[in-house]
């Protein structure tokens, strides 16, 4: 004879996986329309990058067009290639800026989180508030500072105040405090390494999973960076993408055929960032893999 309370447990064991299974469709769906968010202004850049400047305001949204080489052309002979300088200057910018932000936050992350001083908390907590500041309250001072000794309108204007990053090194702090034993850093210092030795060969290759993460968020936010180099600069030759295509579109009001050049422009500025993703995605994948294994 079942037990009533049998009967239940079998009731309720044939309504779970219905209820997962709903949820799993909702939470698909959810993230489909989501997607579709995403991608449909990028659908639609692809799609009129390869229209003129006759058909951009007249041909359907997202018809395809043949006048890609063109506008490519077009893009490229304007000002002498200029495009290209400021695609080279944003390289540089985000490169060189994620970098140097990467390895400040790695030595800032491991000192907060290995060593025990007196207003380590406090300094936290400062850190964590600058999370919070927008960096558009940031760039009018940051101008007014390097004013004072003469860096506006140089490479160092852009790169300097995007080195330090509070987000960075607040993830670079909780990273540190998860991947580096406080027992390795005892027994390199048993074995007689010194402070900065121990960090470089011990704790740095532990970190790195973390510190791709702080260099692509770090990379992706000066690349798409806007506010500060258009405060910053006023020689052409120094812009970053962001601010050269903001000035061609505003050229385009009196030329229209400038703003098929902004579109394609604004379509190959996106594809460094695919594949530095790309890049780094396989990137954690090996490291993740890697880690199972020593596990």
């Known amino acids: 004879m079942t037990t009533p309370a049998l009967s239940q447990d079998r009731r309720a064991a044939t309504v779970r996986p219905a209820a997962r299974r709903r949820t799993s469709w909702l939470g698909s769906a959810i993230l489909l329309l989501g997607a579709v968010y995403c991608l449909l202004p990028i659908a639609w850049v692809v799609a009129a990058s390869t229209k003129n400047g006759s058909d951009l305001f007249t041909s359907f949204t997202f018809a395809p067009g043949t006048g890609f080489g063109e506008n490519l052309g077009d893009l490229s002979a304007n000002g002498g290639g200029i495009y290209w300088r400021w695609l ?20 800032s992350g491991y000192t907060l989180a290995t060593y025990r001083f007196a207003g380590r908390n406090a300094i936290f907590n400062v850190l964590l508030a600058g999370v919070l500041v927008p960096g558009v309250t940031l760039a009018i001072p940051q101008y007014l500072l390097l004013a004072k000794v003469g860096l506006t309108d140089t490479y160092w204007s852009v790169l300097l105040p995007q080195i330090i990053s509070p987000y960075g090194i607040y993830l670079a702090r909780i990273y540190a405090a998860a991947a580096v034993p406080d027992t390795v850093v005892e027994a390199a210092r048993t074995d007689g390494a010194g402070e900065f030795r121990i960090f470089a060969r011990v704790a740095l290759p532990m970190m790195v999973p973390g510190l791709v993460t702080v260099f692509l968020f770090q990379f992706v936010a000066i690349w798409n960076n806007f506010l500060l180099p258009f405060i910053m600069l006023s020689t052409d030759d120094r812009f970053p993408v962001t601010v050269g295509l903001f000035t061609l579109l505003n050229q385009g009001a009196t030329v229209p055929a400038l703003y098929s050049q902004v579109i394609i422009g604004s379509l190959l500025s996106i594809v460094p960032l695919i594949a530095l993703f790309l890049t780094l995605q396989r990137y954690w994948r090996t490291d993740l893999i890697s880690g199972a294994v020593k596990g």
């Open 88 to 107: 080279l200057n944003t390289a540089l910018y985000a490169g060189v800026g994620g970098l140097l932000s990467a390895l400040v936050s790695g030595i």
